[in-house]
């Protein structure tokens, strides 16, 4: 079983929308959590730390079920520059990173 | 002001070659580390240094060996080049006592023909 497993999508979705995605983890020790964004062709960024209680950013909120092992991401009011793949990051003694969802905006 | 950088951006090489990438971070973390991200853009962590030493060696091929001569650069070399080493190495950098998100260099983009 992979450390870290995501739906890679894509989700293909129209300016404004709504889109959440999941992701599992197996290690139940795992203790820091993250949702990075990885544009094409460039560096993985850190988009939010994920918290027990769960967070908002702006248009992002993360969600951390530890009882169930995922977290998740919603974006609300989807723009164009929310197209991009996400990547679920888990933190035990090293960050195992997911492969990834891809997310796409149309206008 | 770059805070992570990596030479070159690009490489194109042969089998068989002996190749190096650097990288350098300036936002005075302790802990730097090499990712290889392949064609299934799956990132993959190879190495970890902690103030120089290091302290993750995942299951990565004795070709490659990691360098770190002092807490702001960690370079890599690669012997014997093969063709399943294309791929885009990123270095990456934190502090290990936190926070602990990372920041990424820009990759280095491996193309071995």
């Known amino acids: 079983r992979k450390e870290v497993e995501q739906d890679p999508g894509p989700f293909n979705v129209p300016e404004g929308a709504t889109v959440a995605f999941n992701c599992t983890y197996s290690n139940s020790a795992s203790q820091s959590f993250f949702w990075y964004r990885q544009d094409c062709r460039k560096e993985p960024k850190l988009l939010m730390s994920?918290?027990?209680s769960g967070n908002e950013d702006g248009r992002f909120t993360a969600q951390l079920n530890r009882a169930s092992q995922y977290i998740s991401l919603l974006i609300r009011d989807s723009k164009l520059s929310d197209s991009a793949t996400y990547l679920c990051?888990?933190?035990?003694?090293?960050?195992?990173f997911g492969a990834g969802t891809t997310v796409t905006v149309r206008a | 002001d770059t805070a992570v950088s990596q030479t070159p951006k690009y490489l194109v090489t042969q089998m068989g070659n002996d190749k190096s990438i650097k990288c350098e971070q300036n936002l005075g973390h302790d802990t730097m580390y090499w990712y290889k991200q392949d064609s299934k853009k799956f990132l993959k962590i190879m190495f970890s240094?902690?103030?120089?030493?290091?302290?993750i060696n995942e299951t990565v091929p004795n070709r490659f060996s990691p360098k770190s001569p002092d807490k702001a650069h960690l370079n890599l070399h690669i012997n014997s080049l093969e063709l399943g080493d294309s791929a885009v190495y990123f270095c990456?950098?934190?502090?290990?006592?936190?926070?602990?998100?990372?920041?990424f260099g820009p990759g280095t983009r491996l193309t071995v023909t």
């Open positions: 240094y902690n103030n120089k030493e290091l302290i």
């Open positions: 990051v888990v933190l035990d003694y090293k960050l195992s």
């Open positions: 990456a950098s934190s502090q290990i006592a936190g926070p602990y998100e990372q920041y």
């Open positions: 994920v918290y027990s």
